[in-house]
């Protein structure tokens, strides 16, 4: 059951006898106090160095809680840490998983950026507050893991898609699988602008992705076709320019998605989901949108 697939040849749904995992019924945010662009690690934070309006990170944020409420989440709130200003991108310093024993746990994240490394005890202590159980990663065997940032749970399936190329070692997958007693679907990113799996890769439900295309190797491309029966296209514009794959959808009908994605919104509505637009553009200064301002959990 553990093991990492990297070509369509080599999924074979029988080995998904697993039960489905249940869907998180918690979020996670973290307050923007200490939001800002304070240095240079993706490409969208070029020229973005102290351009974040304060205020206006503080609106986006709060209406995205107002959002998950509204859709009858109780949205958990961490304070933010001063001196980390990415610890609002709460996706990223863990993967929570529940085993078949039900007992809740996370793998915790080796972040690559120096400058982040110190969100992961943030979060570690957090998870430890809810009655986690956290789990390490060795750096020397695994190497870089971010957390669901780049690992995508297909909750329906218990299977995990993971990212990798400028985040995340592909190897540190092969301790991820075992940990998670499950299958791992690897994925090659190849533009460094969708440097997470989380910005070109938005589970839908069980037979519905929205992707990126351009930003995944063609090998990876074949195997998403191969498991999703309705995937969705974003166009380069609305996946670079608006973050419009860095989507949430929570419950497999509602989607969270940064405002003005005009073209994937009438193409998700098309296919029946329900969407919620709202705005994150400051948050889209550090290479961050929806997706990873959150941690849902259970
Ligand atoms: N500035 C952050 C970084 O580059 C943004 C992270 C956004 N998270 C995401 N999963 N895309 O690490």
Not at 68 to 90: A, H, I, M, R, S
Not at 140 to 160: C, N, P, Q, T, V
Request: aromatic letters at 12%.
């Amino acid at each position: 059951m553990n093991k990492i697939l990297t070509s369509a040849e080599q999924i074979d749904f029988t080995i998904s006898g697993l039960p489905a995992m249940p869907l998180p019924n918690k979020v996670l945010m973290v307050k923007p106090t200490y939001f800002d662009v304070e240095y240079v690690i993706n490409p969208h934070m070029k020229g973005q160095i102290g351009e974040v309006d304060k205020m206006q990170a503080a609106n986006e944020w709060e209406h995205l809680v107002d959002g998950y409420n509204e859709l009858g989440y109780t949205v958990e709130v961490l304070d933010g840490v001063n001196g980390l200003p990415d610890l609002v991108f709460c996706a990223n310093q863990c993967l929570p998983f529940i085993d078949e024993k039900e007992n809740r746990s996370a793998i915790l994240s080796n972040m690559r950026a120096p400058q982040r490394q110190g969100e992961v005890a943030i979060i570690k202590t957090w998870l430890q507050g809810q009655g986690y159980e956290t789990l390490s990663l060795d750096l020397e065997e695994s190497g870089k893991f971010e957390g669901m940032g780049d690992a995508i749970w297909h909750f329906k399936r218990r299977l995990l898609w993971g990212g990798y190329g400028f985040r995340t070692s592909v190897r540190a997958y092969e301790r991820v699988s075992e940990l998670l007693n499950t299958p791992v679907i690897a994925l090659e990113l190849v533009d460094d602008k969708f440097y997470h799996l989380d910005t070109c890769f938005c589970i839908l439900n069980e037979n519905s992705v929205l992707i990126y295309e351009d930003a995944f190797a063609p090998v990876s491309i074949e195997m998403i076709h191969k498991l999703f029966d309705n995937v969705i296209q974003a166009s380069k514009y609305e996946a670079e320019k608006l973050f419009a794959v860095n989507a949430a959808c929570p419950d497999g009908k509602n989607v969270f998605i940064q405002q003005g994605s005009t073209d994937v919104n009438k193409k998700l509505r098309d296919a029946g989901f329900s969407v919620h637009e709202f705005s994150t553009y400051e948050f889209m200064r550090s290479g961050g949108s929806v997706f990873c301002m959150k941690l849902f959990y259970w």
